[in-house]
């Protein structure tokens, strides 16, 4: 039971005994840096079940407390707070609890079922770019977040990689590419079919311009032009399983993923489970049908199937056109059943996908709760916002689309720019000094977009990100290799059990308190889909040792004992800095 859980208790009894009031819930807050304390209860609250002056209920609970509750060493009330010094020796007795644990805060053994966690979803008919980035980030992150908090996970994305869009990269191709491939070329397979893909729109608004000049209204050149026109051709060919076209078509979908592997490699997310969209686009017809049958569907005169969702504050949504075939809604449905027939385990799913489908996830999962699917009550849109550059700022392959690879390397080079300007990067070899600057401007672009609410729009600056101060990226790997140094100076065995009689120092045992927080940390994190709350608890993990290493010796203490816990409690903090950028996919470096 934790420090608070069994404060909770100890109030309520108190209350009990005191006023013979049934208490049923006890509010905290940590105690303000202005007064003494750990941790607050708040007495007003209470007054709606005991009736009394707050400031000497506060302190007839608190006489209560000192006396019944061993870790608490005084008190003081503050108009209606109450303030509680925990016992030193409870936050000595808690760090050698844990100070070798391996993964502290992560909850080793997973609860039954599991969530599967679905990101990144590309179209193969162009790079990944800036909100994959975020979309993957994301996704990877809350995946490795889950897993922390005692969730079994399975990462998933499904590639969209059939359509219209991909037969005008193919076309182009054909058209214009006199056979060049990612080798001859010496390009990525995804920026190689990207430029086909750019080669198309260019086209297309050709014929369009020439056939307006030609007096045709553009609504109606936008239609009719022949490129247009023989890309729509090639889709049918496609769906008809013609063998020259799929034969193409798995070709250059095939540099696409060598492509795209390479990214995901860069950027360090991976996946469990690839589904496709030409698997999938067929799927969910059987269930559309079954619902007729149950009344969750309607058919229209026309034949098209939809659902009323109006009384759920909603509108009217097809499910199935009036010549049989499927929206992508239909899809969706089909592939969430696909996945609980993959891996029978799953009791919810989180889909990663940008704030403009926001409404197509509330009509989505509304039906399959209305189809009555049991894991449907346990679906979650990780809904965000766009990323936005200050213009100019950043070079791109395709218009105002800013490249994923291109951004990569841009950090890079930022993080490279900066080091040599601070003149940090003393003694290292080249080799040393390229890995170091990967480290530094991949965890740089992460933490800028994860320590973002996910919901808000960001405005994403490079130079910004690779600030050595603040809430950034570097600079909380900058005091992870201090703490490393401090460790590699300490010339004396570390691991040996602490006197829990040491007289702490006021930062220690903030440190300690902070510390604390950690396992709490991931649960919410993991409750609210939000890497944000990581990386921000990170950051006060971070502010708090360099306050520590501040006003406090550490190796230049005289006292051993002393000198022997300020290390180990170092070591810890870099621990779970360690630890908790894991969960947001960033490295630290041993040395900066």
Same mark, same amino acid.
């Given at each position: 039971?934790?420090?608070?859980n069994?404060?909770?208790?100890?109030?309520?009894?108190?209350?009990?005994?005191?006023?013979?009031?049934?208490?049923p819930?006890?509010?905290?807050?940590?105690?303000?840096?202005d007064?003494?304390?750990?941790?607050?209860?708040?007495?007003?609250?209470?007054?709606?079940?005991?009736?009394?002056?707050p400031?000497?209920?506060?302190?007839?609970?608190?006489?209560?407390l000192?006396?019944?509750?061993?870790?608490?060493?005084?008190?003081?009330?503050?108009?209606?707070?109450l303030?509680?010094?925990?016992?030193?020796?409870?936050?000595?007795n808690?760090?050698?609890?844990?100070?070798?644990?391996?993964?502290?805060g992560?909850?080793?053994?997973?609860?039954?079922?599991?969530?599967?966690?679905?990101?990144?979803?590309?179209?193969?008919?162009?790079?990944?770019?800036?909100?994959?980035?975020?979309?993957n980030?994301?996704?990877?992150?809350?995946?490795?977040?889950?897993?922390?908090?005692?969730?079994?996970?399975?990462?998933?994305?499904?590639?969209?990689?059939?359509?219209?869009?991909?037969?005008?990269?193919?076309?182009?191709?054909?058209?214009?590419?006199?056979?060049?491939?990612?080798?001859?070329?010496?390009?990525?397979g995804?920026?190689?079919?990207?430029?086909?893909?750019?080669?198309?729109?260019?086209?297309?608004?050709?014929?369009?311009?020439?056939?307006?000049?030609?007096?045709?209204?553009?609504?109606?050149a936008?239609?009719?032009?022949?490129?247009?026109?023989?890309?729509?051709?090639?889709?049918?060919?496609?769906?008809a399983?013609?063998?020259?076209?799929?034969?193409?078509?798995?070709?250059?979908?095939?540099?696409?993923?060598?492509?795209?592997d390479?990214?995901?490699?860069?950027?360090?997310?991976?996946?469990?489970?690839?589904?496709?969209? @030409?698997?999938?686009?067929?799927?969910?017809?059987d269930?559309?049908?079954?619902?007729?049958?149950?009344g969750?569907?309607?058919?229209?005169?026309?034949?098209?199937?939809?659902?009323?969702?109006?009384?759920?504050?909603?509108?009217?949504?097809?499910?199935?056109? @009036?010549?049989?075939?499927?929206?992508?809604?239909?899809?969706?449905?089909?592939?969430?059943?696909?996945?609980?027939?993959?891996?029978?385990?799953?009791?919810?799913?989180v889909?990663?996908?940008g704030n403009?489908?926001?409404?197509?996830f509330?009509?989505?999962?509304?039906?399959?709760?209305?189809?009555?699917?049991?894991?449907?009550?346990?679906?979650?849109?990780?809904?965000?916002?766009?990323?936005?550059?200050?213009?100019g700022?950043?070079?791109?392959?395709?218009?105002?689309?800013?490249?994923?690879?291109?951004?990569?390397?841009?950090?890079?080079e930022?993080a490279?720019?900066?080091?040599?300007?601070?003149?940090?990067?003393d003694?290292?070899?080249?080799?040393?000094?390229?890995?170091?600057?990967?480290?530094?401007?991949?965890?740089?672009?992460?933490?800028?977009?994860?320590?973002?609410?996910?919901?808000?729009?960001?405005?994403?600056?490079?130079?910004?990100?690779?600030?050595?101060?603040?809430?950034?990226?570097?600079?909380?790997?900058?005091?992870?290799?201090?703490?490393?140094?401090?460790?590699?100076?300490?010339?004396?065995?570390?691991?040996?059990?602490?006197?829990?009689?040491?007289?702490?120092?006021?930062?220690?045992?903030?440190?300690?308190?902070?510390?604390?927080?950690?396992?709490?940390?991931?649960?919410?994190?993991?409750?609210?889909?939000?890497?944000?709350?990581?990386?921000?608890?990170?950051?006060?993990?971070?502010?708090?040792f360099?306050?520590f290493?501040?006003?406090?010796?550490?190796?230049?203490?005289?006292?051993e004992?002393?000198?022997?816990?300020?290390?180990?409690?170092?070591?810890?903090?870099g621990?779970?800095?360690? @630890?908790?950028?894991?969960?947001?996919?960033?490295?630290?470096?041993?040395?900066?």
């Amino acid at each position: 039971m934790s420090l608070q859980n069994d404060l909770t208790q100890k109030v309520i009894e108190a209350v009990k005994q005191l006023y013979q009031v049934d208490l049923p819930t006890v509010e905290f807050q940590p105690t303000r840096k202005d007064f003494e304390g750990d941790i607050t209860v708040v007495v007003f609250p209470m007054l709606r079940f005991v009736k009394g002056n707050p400031v000497q209920i506060g302190t007839q609970i608190g006489e209560y407390l000192q006396q019944h509750v061993e870790e608490v060493a005084k008190c003081n009330v503050v108009q209606g707070f109450l303030n509680i010094v925990i016992a030193e020796r409870y936050y000595l007795n808690f760090f050698n609890s844990i100070k070798d644990e391996v993964d502290f805060g992560y909850v080793k053994t997973p609860s039954p079922g599991a969530t599967m966690v679905e990101y990144s979803s590309p179209n193969t008919n162009k790079p990944l770019h800036l909100g994959h980035i975020r979309n993957n980030l994301l996704g990877y992150s809350v995946a490795e977040i889950l897993k922390a908090s005692g969730k079994k996970v399975y990462k998933a994305q499904i590639i969209n990689d059939r359509g219209i869009h991909i037969c005008k990269s193919m076309l182009a191709w054909q058209k214009f590419g006199e056979g060049e491939t990612p080798e001859s070329s010496g390009m990525k397979g995804d920026h190689l079919v990207g430029k086909y893909y750019v080669a198309f729109d260019k086209a297309y608004k050709e014929q369009i311009s020439e056939l307006v000049a030609g007096g045709m209204p553009k609504e109606k050149a936008e239609k009719k032009a022949p490129i247009l026109l023989e890309a729509q051709e090639m889709l049918r060919k496609w769906e008809a399983g013609d063998a020259e076209v799929v034969s193409l078509w798995k070709t250059m979908n095939t540099w696409v993923y060598k492509g795209f592997d390479a990214t995901y490699k860069n950027l360090g997310v991976d996946f469990d489970k690839l589904y496709y969209e @030409s698997d999938t686009y067929l799927l969910g017809r059987d269930v559309v049908k079954d619902g007729l049958e149950k009344g969750v569907f309607f058919k229209k005169e026309d034949g098209s199937v939809w659902i009323d969702l109006t009384e759920d504050g909603l509108d009217e949504k097809i499910v199935l056109r @009036s010549d049989g075939t499927a929206v992508y809604m239909t899809q969706d449905i089909g592939t969430a059943l696909q996945r609980v027939t993959d891996f029978p385990d799953i009791n919810g799913m989180v889909y990663t996908v940008g704030n403009e489908q926001d409404y197509h996830f509330k009509v989505l999962f509304l039906i399959l709760k209305k189809l009555g699917y049991s894991w449907a009550e346990k679906l979650y849109h990780l809904s965000y916002g766009m990323v936005d550059l200050p213009s100019g700022k950043m070079k791109s392959r395709e218009g105002t689309v800013v490249d994923a690879d291109d951004l990569i390397q841009n950090m890079e080079e930022t993080a490279e720019t900066i080091s040599k300007e601070l003149g940090k990067l003393d003694g290292y070899s080249e080799e040393e000094k390229k890995k170091l600057y990967r480290t530094i401007g991949l965890g740089a672009l992460k933490y800028y977009i994860l320590k973002v609410d996910p919901k808000k729009r960001i405005l994403f600056n490079p130079e910004e990100s690779v600030d050595f101060q603040g809430n950034t990226g570097p600079f909380i790997q900058y005091t992870y290799a201090r703490i490393q140094s401090i460790l590699r100076k300490a010339d004396f065995d570390v691991s040996t059990a602490l006197d829990v009689t040491l007289e702490l120092h006021e930062k220690e045992k903030e440190l300690l308190k902070q510390i604390q927080l950690f396992p709490e940390t991931i649960q919410l994190a993991a409750e609210n889909y939000s890497p944000a709350l990581i990386a921000n608890y990170t950051y006060d993990l971070v502010k708090e040792f360099n306050s520590f290493y501040q006003k406090v010796s550490i190796l230049g203490e005289t006292d051993e004992q002393k000198k022997n816990f300020r290390v180990q409690l170092s070591k810890k903090v870099g621990e779970v800095i360690q @630890s908790a950028f894991r969960l947001l996919g960033i490295e630290v470096p041993e040395r900066m």
